[in-house]
């Protein structure tokens, strides 16, 4: 395979492992800067291209990819480091924020766990639910990121990164999976 495919087959990994990387270093950051705030939207927005990605290059293949051999694997790693990296950025007190986000995530296993043992329509409604919870605690992260970083121009910020967001979601989305369903 030629240097230029496989970069394009690993392009889901790489865009979850920008993530990642952002989250943890702007974890480890209390300054605040709008370069935080833009680097912190482009990682939210490359949540709208990584599942693309997988199903543009890797699907066909995924015995081969090098990390994660199933979509699901990477990507909500991906975006429980997100919204844990926003929330402790933001928090004066990096103790708390941490403390706050693994609240969050305790309550994330827990549904996860009694949605995974359920069955039918109410495993559909409550993974379904989990989904759009955790997409809603990463848009409050992207607005207390902005808030906190973008000075006096955040809501412009934020608004763009959410309308960048949707304009590449919506071009690249599977109709079909907007509802979680098992298998």
């Known amino acids: 395979m030629r240097r230029q495919s496989k970069l394009l087959y690993e392009s889901a990994n790489i865009l979850c492992w920008f993530r990642i990387i952002v989250s ?8 605040a800067s709008v370069a935080f705030a833009v680097l912190f939207a482009l990682a939210f927005i490359s949540d709208a291209l ?4 997988y199903r543009k290059f890797a699907k066909e ?32 007190d990096k103790p708390r924020g941490l403390v706050c986000f693994i609240g969050m995530a305790i309550v994330m296993l827990l549904w996860s766990v009694v949605g995974g043992r359920t069955t039918g329509k109410l495993y559909t409604v409550l993974m379904t639910g989990l989904t759009y919870y955790w997409f ?8 207390l990121v902005w808030r906190h ?5 955040w809501p412009i910020g934020f608004i763009v990164t959410i309308v960048s967001f949707y304009a590449i979601w919506f071009k690249t989305r599977v109709k079909n999976r907007t509802i979680r369903r098992r298998g």
Request: net charge negative; aromatic share 12%; hydrophobic share 50%.
């Open 149 to 153: 970083d973008g000075g006096p121009y």
């Open 50 to 53: 990584d599942g693309w990605c």
């Open 24 to 31: 943890v270093v702007l974890a480890l950051i209390s300054r």
């Open 136 to 143: 809603v605690m990463m848009v409050i992260t992207v607005v």
């Open 61 to 92: 293949r995924p015995y081969q990819h090098w990390f994660n051999r199933l979509p699901i694997t990477m990507d909500p790693i991906a975006d429980f480091f997100l919204v844990g990296g926003g929330i402790i950025h933001v928090m004066d």
